[in-house]
């Protein structure tokens, strides 16, 4: 068999090929974890005085994944629904010849389910780490970003029109905002992740009885799961949870939220590299972002790869939130199975574009000359908000409400190719009710700026703690 034929090497997965979550959610990482967990119940045991201390190491030497082929492991999990089984039929077939009592002892107590699924939050675990030390660093280049161009005053855009002035800072916070509050929460999801080890059906009665079957203070079966937990850096939960899948859709659902505000970053960026608006451009990097057929061409491959991820987030966390409702019994048929490959697709996802999205916060260009010039289309009616509130009480001739229809005229007509509006209002409003340096002051976008400067310093302090940690 060539095993080549079953490897994914995520030719059509560039959000999240070659990262380095992706490899920490490999085939070979997930056997890996699942004979941590063998491996750490095992020393468990050993610790407690129910197997021989002389063990652990003979089971050690055999727990390398590389030492498993995981294309066989695959297929042979067909005849049980899980690759567990036949990874602990090859570990026992390595142990037993050098040490019969250690291949007795592995997985002693446990079932396949609590391996599988202690695995794969464990290798989540893994994985987390790296995907919140980007985002740590996303956060930090956004936080810059938002300190650098405070000042850099540009127009927001709503319903994809010009409203009113903003500042470059303070879309950059509001980034910050988003990814560190993501961050946040994956944070807290990560410290939440536990150990499931309840037994075939949930009562712990396989291990209840290995606990039993001698005298020891060592807090019996739940005692015993605790102690694995912490070995394996996972909480140790209230109870076994087969078939309560929220910890499952709680680091789904963490995870989307990781790609959705990565997403946003991406979807402005995107937007405001276009060469009609200019006011963005991408970290350069050698062979990134050319055309096969245009040369000139220089595609915003980062943002590209993230809003792919983002994208793709929502069915997957659809599934994993459909196989939780479908969970029944104590042991799910089917829809336990079918999260799986959703989560670790949400890890790569969220990995990808994590990463990506550290290196594109890193190096944003931001073209001032472009934002001012993009400000400048709309002039002085981009604070025509401000306007109103200022001038239509001086046209009001003694009836309150009568100013707005006249302001509104004068907008009208200056959109409609009448005369530009500053002309207009100065001719509409007498200059000793409108001085014209108030006048000229009222029409400087700058000066319409609202809280962005607060807002920013609140936004960048409430997540600095976070993402300096």
Do not use: C
């Not at 995520?10 to 490999?26: D, E, F, I, K």
């Not at 893994?126 to 000042?151: F, M, P, W």
């Not at 001698?214 to 076994?240: I, K």
């Amino acid at each position: 068999m060539n095993t080549a034929d079953n490897a994914d090497f995520g030719l059509l997965s560039p959000a999240s090929a070659g990262t380095a979550v992706s490899r920490l959610t490999s085939d070979y990482k997930f056997i890996q974890a699942m004979l941590d967990v063998e491996l750490e119940w095992v020393r468990v045991l050993a610790d407690a005085g129910y197997i021989d201390a002389g063990i652990p190491s003979a089971v050690a030497a055999a727990s390398v994944a590389e030492q498993y082929d995981a294309a066989s492991l695959a297929e042979r999990a067909q005849g049980g629904g899980n690759p567990v089984i036949p990874l602990l039929a090859d570990l026992r077939a390595q142990v037993k010849p050098g040490n019969p009592a250690a291949a007795a002892a592995i997985h002693k107590g446990a079932t396949s389910q609590d391996i599988l699924d202690s695995a794969l939050l464990l290798m989540a675990s893994r994985a987390l780490q790296v995907i919140t030390d980007d985002l740590k660093a996303a956060s930090r280049s956004l936080a810059k970003l938002a300190e650098d161009h405070r000042g850099t005053v540009t127009v927001a855009r709503t319903l994809t029109q010009h409203s009113l002035p903003s500042t470059f800072g303070l879309k950059a916070a509001n980034w910050l905002a988003g990814v560190g509050q993501s961050g946040v929460q994956l944070s807290e999801a990560a410290s939440r992740l536990p150990l499931q080890w309840g037994g075939a059906a949930g009562t712990m009665a396989a291990l209840t009885s290995v606990a039993d079957s001698r005298e020891n203070n060592d807090g019996g079966a739940l005692g015993l799961a605790a102690r694995l937990a912490g070995r394996l850096g996972l909480a140790d939960p209230v109870a076994p949870w087969q078939t309560n899948r929220l910890p499952v859709t709680a680091l789904a659902a963490a995870l989307a939220d990781v790609l959705a505000a990565a997403g946003k970053v991406a979807n402005d960026v995107l937007l405001l590299s276009r060469p009609e608006f200019g006011e963005l451009s991408e970290p350069r990097a050698e062979g990134r972002g050319v055309s096969s057929a245009m040369p000139q061409k220089q595609n915003p491959v980062l943002s590209v790869l993230i809003r792919s991820a983002a994208l793709a987030a929502p069915g997957y966390l659809a599934q994993v939130q459909a196989a939780a409702a479908g969970a029944i019994d104590e042991r799910p048929d089917g829809s336990w199975h079918v999260e799986w490959q959703a989560l670790r697709q949400l890890l790569r996802l969220a990995g990808g574009a994590a990463e990506h999205l550290a290196e594109l916060a890193g190096g944003l260009v931001v073209h001032r000359d472009r934002m001012q010039q993009n400000l400048a289309i709309t002039g002085p009616l981009v604070v025509s908000e401000k306007i109103m509130a200022a001038v239509a009480p001086l046209l009001d001739g003694g009836t309150p409400g009568s100013g707005k229809p006249k302001v509104q005229a004068l907008v009208n007509d200056s959109l409609s190719g009448g005369a530009p509006f500053a002309e207009q209002l100065r001719r509409a409003v007498p200059e000793q009710d409108l001085p014209d340096a108030q006048l000229e002051a009222l029409l400087d976008p700058a000066n319409y700026l609202g809280q962005s400067d607060e807002l920013i310093n609140r936004i960048t302090k409430h997540f600095a703690e976070w993402s300096q940690a």
